[in-house]
């Protein structure tokens, strides 16, 4: 039966694949699986909350808050107040952040690519499309958001 049922094999293919990452620049740059999720979403937004991250990644607050802080001490990130609410901080690379980041994302996009080698093109686009399709229907059908 848990061969086949498929959140268990979602969740054994998100561990495999977030795991063999995780060694590449646990490695290399001495940052866990939070902190890279939490370091990607900055980079690619350039400054973000981190309910915007959360929102995002669908990561929990704590281990938002633990990653920034982790990142922000070793001065990959900073914080900066929000103007408009003061409970609210923006994050941003600081250059030695943004630095890894742009030393990951390649490592991270060959990575994805040693993944998908054994599908085709059209299979690769197939599979893209049926786990958009999968996320949404989840988001609406248990957890009521929208993608």
Known sequence: ???????YRLNV???????????????RFGIGI?????????????????K??????????VKISRAA???EERGFIQREANADDLREM?????PAGQSVYDEIVPLALN????????????EEA???????RLLARARKEFDGSEP
């Open 52 to 61: 915007a991250i959360g929102q995002h990644s669908e990561m929990g607050k």
């Open 111 to 122: 990575y994805a690519a040693q993944l998908t080698a054994d599908l085709s093109p059209d």
């Open 34 to 50: 939070p902190e890279w999720r939490v370091l990607a979403t900055i980079g690619e937004f350039k400054r973000i909350t981190a």
């Open 1 to 7: 039966m848990l061969a086949t049922f498929l959140p």
């Open 90 to 94: 923006f994050l941003t690379l600081t």
């Open 126 to 132: 197939t599979f893209g499309i049926l786990l958009d």
């Open 69 to 71: 802080a982790s990142l």
């Open 13 to 27: 293919l998100a561990t495999v694949v977030s795991g063999g990452l995780g060694r590449i620049y646990g490695e």
